[in-house]
């Protein structure tokens, strides 16, 4: 998980560097909010951080309070510093009479409580990032009325109900990580044509995802470990920057369109879904990582994906050779995860003498045939080298019966 302090905005670098920055006298509304904020939280052992909040003094030279003239513009509780303990306590709504605050961040802590309805108050806010702390409850619809807010971070809190509708209709939005919570319901649609990072994995999300729903724009997709289900092929095809797309363990079918190897990906995680169909990359496949494995793809394997590094096609049902020219990558260190086991594959040309680079693994368990080389696979592969003749036999009759289907 990256650090939420990667995502610290333009603005709070900007006021970091002008320390010289000048204010006048605190404005007493925002005097009397920021005594509120700070009788709801304290320091946990080991954290100094309110040391500095002493109400006798300027306010405006508060650790993690910048100003603009006499208000609050930017509010960072808590020490940013790795390994700091953070904050413990709850969020004053008096945060919502911050009226000039653009960013409020909160460090990793033990933070409880709801997040205050009176968010919604701050018109000027452009971050918002409460993660790694204890806050539970629903996520406030009336965030929708923050036109300006671009990054949104409650991750890693236990945060319940479901995403609002009103969040997906901002505008503005750039990031949205809402990832490790209890959240339900289904996945709204997100209009902001400036949204590049959507992290919504580890909840419970259920639902179908329309082929319009997302915007292009994005570059960093994570829906992992929910529940979600339905075609998604559609929709793919229109995400034509992702650099990341990790949609592993739902229940999506459907095919996989054969265009999506062609986005300028690092890793692509699809496991454990039900997808189907064959793997038709329709060119070189430069992902680094691709992992296709537990679904129900089928047919022979594309000769494409052999620049592929990490490779999982595991479980599946995959018939007919492994493609020569995945042995000759492996053979010379190109690749350095094949894992080829449970499927249908009839064979493999490879020297029974050779000997496997130390930094590849090879795996050919429980095929349809008798893997001529002996190489270590994982525990989960089990203890048969081959699949029963009668499931092969089987599964052959299947096949000639789905290729009758697909081309008549």
């Given at each position: ?12 670098f ?5 320390s ?12 009397l909010?920021?005594?509120a904020?700070?009788?709801?939280l304290?320091?946990l052992p080991?954290?100094?951080y309110?040391?500095?909040w002493d ?8 650790a993690?309070?910048y100003?603009?003239?006499d ?5 960072n509780?808590?020490d ?10 709850n969020?004053?709504p ?6 000039a605050l653009a960013?409020?961040t909160?460090?990793?802590?033990r ?5 205050p ?7 000027n ?13 629903d996520i ?16 890693f ?18 990031n ?7 959240l ?15 992290d919504?994995k580890?909840?419970s ?10 915007p292009s724009?994005?570059?960093y ?13 559609y929709?793919?095809?229109?995400l034509?920057q992702?650099?990341?797309?990790d949609?592993?363990l739902n229940?999506?079918?459907g095919?996989?369109p054969?265009?999506?190897f ?7 995680q ?6 189907s169909?064959p793997?038709?990359p329709i ?10 494995s ?10 494409l ?5 990490n490779?999982?096609l595991n479980?599946n049902?995959?018939?007919g ?18 894992y080829?086991?449970?499927n249908?594959?009839t ?6 003498t ?6 590849s ?5 429980y ?8 190489t270590?696979?994982?525990?989960k ?24 289907n697909?081309t008549?």
């Open positions: 998980m990256i650090p939420f302090f990667v995502f610290l905005t333009p603005l709070f900007l006021l970091l560097q002008n010289f920055f000048v204010h006048g006298i605190l404005d007493p509304i925002d005097f909010a920021l005594q904020i700070r009788k709801g304290d320091d080991g954290s100094n309110f040391a500095s109400f006798t003094s300027e306010p405006c030279n508060f993690g309070v100003c603009d003239g208000k609050v513009i930017a509010l509780l808590g940013p510093r790795a390994g700091s303990p953070g904050l413990t306590g969020l004053d008096s945060i919502g009479k911050l009226s960013e409020f909160v460090v990793p802590g933070i409880t409580g709801a997040l309805e009176s968010f919604s108050q701050l018109k806010l452009r971050f918002l990032g409460v993660s790694r702390n204890f806050l539970s409850g406030p619809a009336s965030l929708g009325l923050l036109r300006e807010l671009q990054t949104l971070d409650l991750s809190n236990q945060l319940s109900g479901s995403i609002p509708w009103a969040i997906g209709a901002l505008p503005a939005l750039s949205i990580i809402l990832c490790h919570n209890h339900s319901g289904s996945i709204p649609p997100f209009v902001s044509q400036r949204l590049t990072r959507l919504l580890h909840n999300l259920s639902g179908t995802l329309l082929p319009n729903s997302l724009s994005l570059q997709l994570s829906l992992s470990w929910n529940q979600l289900t339905g075609p998604v092929d929709l793919l095809t229109r034509n992702l650099n990341y797309l949609l592993s229940r999506f079918t095919c996989i054969g265009i999506l062609t986005f300028p990906l690092t890793n692509l699809l496991q454990r879904n039900l997808f169909g793997v038709l060119s070189q496949v430069t992902i680094p990582t691709v992992d296709i537990f679904n129900r793809f089928f047919g022979e394997i594309s000769p994906l052999s620049n592929v590094e490779l999982y479980n049902r995959f018939t050779q492994v493609p020569s020219v995945l042995v000759d990558r492996l053979l010379s260190a190109g690749i350095q995860v094949l080829l086991q449970h249908f594959l064979g493999i040309e490879i020297n029974p050779v000997e496997i680079p130390v930094s693994s090879l795996c050919l368990q095929n349809c045939m008798i893997p001529p080389v002996q270590a696979c994982p525990l592969a089990g203890r048969q080298k081959s699949r029963p003749t009668n499931q092969c036999v089987e599964w052959k009759g299947k096949k000639s019966e789905k290729t009758n697909i008549g």
